[in-house]
Each structure stands twice: as structure tokens, then as C-alpha cells.
């Protein structure tokens, strides 16, 4: 799953209504457990310098994102992402 947010409404934590919207779908289904893989790790999605993270970063989500949602680590991937690892998270329900 990607997060497609248009430009005109980014930067107002859409990404996490989304994300919480995906966990209650879930949940209301009868799930045990959501996990997102290949979560881009980042410490914040612009830097000091304005400097921004990869738009294809950005579609698969961050761990920071996952993170304040509730989701743990679980394994960090092989890939990278703009030069960035890449993690499977879990959120058990």
C-alpha cells in the first residue's frame, strides 16, 4: 500500500488519518495484526537545510510514521531508499 497525498494538501498529517483509517478497516475485520513493509526510516522528513526525503520514500511511509501510530519494528530489510534503510513494522490488534 502507498500513501498518495495531493500537493495541495500535503503537510497536514493526512498520512496519519490515513493510517489510523487502514488500522480501524482492519480491526473492524476481524485482523490480528497490520504490518507495513519497507517503511522508510528517517528521522524527519525535512532536515535543517529544507532538505526532503525522496517523493518514493515518501509513498511507502516512514518509520516515524508507523511508529506514531503504535507500530514496532520488526526486521530491517535489505533495501534502501534513497540511501536510507527500510523496515517491516507491526502493529498487533
Known amino acids: 500500500m502507498c500513501f498518495v497525498v495531493r ?3 500535503r503537510r ?3 498520512m496519519h488519518v490515513l493510517l489510523e483509517g487502514a488500522v480501524v478497516h482492519a480491526a473492524a475485520h476481524g485482523t490480528e495484526a497490520v504490518e507495513a513493509v519497507e517503511a522508510v526510516e528517517v528521522a524527519e522528513v525535512a ?3 529544507g532538505d526532503r526525503i ?3 520514500s ?3 511511509g516512514t518509520t516515524q510514521l508507523f ?3 503504535g507500530f ?5 530489510t535489505a533495501r534502501r531508499s534513497g540511501g536510507r ?6 502493529l498487533e490488534l
Open 72 to 76: 514496532g519494528r520488526v526486521l530491517q
Open 47 to 49: 532536515d535543517a537545510d
Open 7 to 9: 500537493p495541495g494538501y
Open 12 to 14: 497536514r498529517g493526512l
Open 54 to 56: 525522496d517523493v518514493v
Open 67 to 69: 511508529e506514531a501510530a
Open 58 to 60: 515518501g509513498y511507502v
Open 85 to 90: 534503510p527500510r523496515w517491516l513494522v507491526r
